[in-house]
């Protein structure tokens, strides 16, 4: 048993998660303003 690296894997999903929804909040932002 390794709680502690199941531990900060999961952190580091969770930072992943976060930086994928700040991406595609960007492209989303970057479409509307080519729409525009």
């Keep these: ?3 502690y690296s199941g531990n900060t ?3 580091h999903s969770s930072v ?3 930086q994928m929804r700040g991406r595609s909040r960007e492209m ?4 509307e303003r080519a729409k525009i």
């Design 16 to 18: 992943l998660a976060l």
């Design 9 to 11: 894997y999961h952190c």
């Design 1 to 3: 048993m390794k709680p």
């Design 28 to 31: 989303e932002q970057s479409l």
